[in-house]
């Protein structure tokens, strides 16, 4: 008779038990019943154009040439075949940089070593013309060259070389040039050929 009384009482007990359990999360775990793990939240790029990463089909960087600015000085000095004008700024020239500076680094010849731009100017820095440079057994040799007016040279993703330079037009004063000239030079044949120009009006 008394084992009759106690068994509703504690099954009442049991009961209470596991109701709490589930309520602050520590029941029973069925299988299957869990949400689903949420994915990793997506990286959000930072870049607003600011700074660009690398992209197919940009020229890639050549390594360093494997001479100096003295030794391409030294060189010019003695090439018969370059350009007067030239031959006068480099001739007077005791301080390389006042005479030169190094540009970009190219492979425009495709033969695996690098060769120099180098930019010819006066005391002033204007910018008179420049060279290309290439390594031979005997030191730095001139293989191209281009005279204009405040001249700057980048190499293009087609491995071309882009020389945009200023040029005077008829009402110009002497110190402010404000025509603009675009052109394209490529290697081919063992030299350098002029494949397109523009001549932008001047701002």
């Known amino acids: 008779m008394r084992a009759r009384q106690l068994l509703p009482a504690a099954l009442a ?3 209470s038990v596991v109701l709490s359990a589930c309520g602050n999360g520590g029941g029973l ?3 299957g019943a869990e949400p689903p793990e949420s994915s990793p939240t997506p990286t959000v790029s930072t870049n607003r154009g600011f700074g660009t990463p690398p992209t197919p089909g940009r020229p890639a960087v050549a390594p360093p040439a494997a ?3 003295p030794q391409v000085r030294d060189s010019l000095q003695v090439d018969k075949q370059l350009d007067p004008y030239f031959r006068k700024i480099v001739g007077r020239c005791s301080v390389v940089d006042r ?3 190094q540009g970009p680094a190219v492979d425009v010849m495709k ?3 690098s ?3 180098v930019l010819i100017h006066t005391n002033e820095k204007f910018v008179i013309g420049a060279v290309l ?3 031979s057994p005997t030191g730095p040799r001139r293989v191209w060259s281009l005279k204009a007016e405040q001249l700057k040279i980048v190499p293009s993703q087609q491995g071309d070389l882009v020389a945009e330079s200023q040029k005077f037009t008829l009402d110009d004063a002497p110190c402010c040039p404000s025509g603009r000239l675009v052109e394209v030079y490529r290697w081919a044949g063992g030299q350098m050929t002029k494949v397109s120009s523009k001549d932008p009006k001047g701002d």
């Open 99 to 101: 005479c030169l500076t």
């Open 13 to 15: 007990l049991t009961a």
């Open 67 to 69: 001479f100096t600015l």
């Open 115 to 117: 060769q120099l731009i």
């Open 29 to 31: 775990r069925v299988e």
């Open 133 to 135: 440079m290439a390594d």
């Open 111 to 113: 033969t695996g070593s």
